[in-house]
């Protein structure tokens, strides 16, 4: 089982900077591909980035990447998220998700575990 915990997210206005953070229980969590998605209202719930177990492999939806950084650090049970270059069209809640796999996929589904997801709100 993990548990995951999302924060940093925030108001910003666009062209600004945040950096999400994830902080997950368990002993586990370096063989588990994580994975962010995002939910803005009215919407569905998309594929923002992910990374593998190892750190050696990572994506980005088109709309993000250039701009978003999906991190890892096994030793301190985090991922992270770093978003530059925010547009009014990243406002949404953002998730924290965990396979119970090494390798990750795009969608939701294939994800075991969720945070309880974090607002960030990019304003014009």
């Known amino acids: 089982q993990v548990q995951l915990v999302e924060s940093g997210g925030g108001l910003v206005q666009a062209g600004g900077s945040l950096r999400l953070s994830c902080a997950a229980s368990g002993r586990t969590f370096s063989s588990h591909a994580m994975g962010w998605f995002r939910q803005a209202p009215g919407k569905e719930r998309e594929f923002v980035a992910a990374i593998n177990w190892s750190v050696r492999s990572t994506d980005y939806a088109g709309s993000v990447k250039g701009r978003f950084t999906i991190s890892r650090d096994n030793a301190k049970n985090t991922v992270y998220l770093q978003m530059n270059s925010l547009k009014p069209e990243d406002t949404a809640v953002y998730y924290c998700?965990?396979?119970?796999?090494?390798?990750?996929?795009?969608?939701?589904?294939?994800?075991?575990?969720w945070g309880q997801g974090t607002q960030v709100t990019v304003s014009s």
């Open positions: 998700a965990a396979r119970d796999s090494g390798h990750y996929y795009y969608s939701p589904y294939d994800y075991d575990y």
